[in-house]
């Protein structure tokens, strides 16, 4: 079963996320911060991140390059709802997901 690392400080958007992705088959290891889903990615082998961008003690970008320089094989998918900066912030991710703030929830392949 793929182990998956689930980064988002809003409580209710984190349980909903752990409940599709476990409804999907996917163990999922919550994080509610930014310095608590590093130690956790450090030292857990997990196959993909699903990042919010929006944390209160860092930033979705600095994060995911903390992430990259550790294990830059690891796809990390941004989560969050950032409007107009979503274009120039997906030239970073892998792919990502629009959060409950938007009506439809799609996953979506970045062009490289």
């Known amino acids: 079963m793929a182990k998956i690392l689930c980064?988002?400080?809003?409580?209710?958007?984190?349980?909903a996320?752990?409940?599709?992705?476990?409804?999907?088959?996917?163990?999922?290891?919550?994080?509610?911060?930014?310095?608590?889903?590093l130690v956790l990615f450090a030292n857990l082998n997990v196959q993909g991140?699903?990042?919010?961008?929006?944390?209160?003690?860092?930033?979705g970008g600095a994060l995911r390059s903390e992430m990259k320089r550790l294990k830059p094989e690891v796809p990390i998918l941004l989560f969050s709802g950032v409007g107009s900066q979503t274009p120039f912030l997906l030239r970073f991710f892998d792919s990502y997901l629009r959060n409950a703030e938007h009506p439809e929830w799609a996953f979506h392949d970045l062009e490289r």
């Not at 980064?7 to 349980?15: A, C, F, I, K």
């Open 17 to 37: 996320l752990e409940s599709m992705l476990e409804e999907a088959g996917y163990d999922v290891v919550p994080a509610r911060s930014g310095a608590q889903a």
């Open 7 to 15: 980064v988002e400080n809003h409580p209710e958007y984190l349980e």
């Open 49 to 59: 991140v699903l990042l919010e961008y929006d944390l209160p003690d860092i930033t």
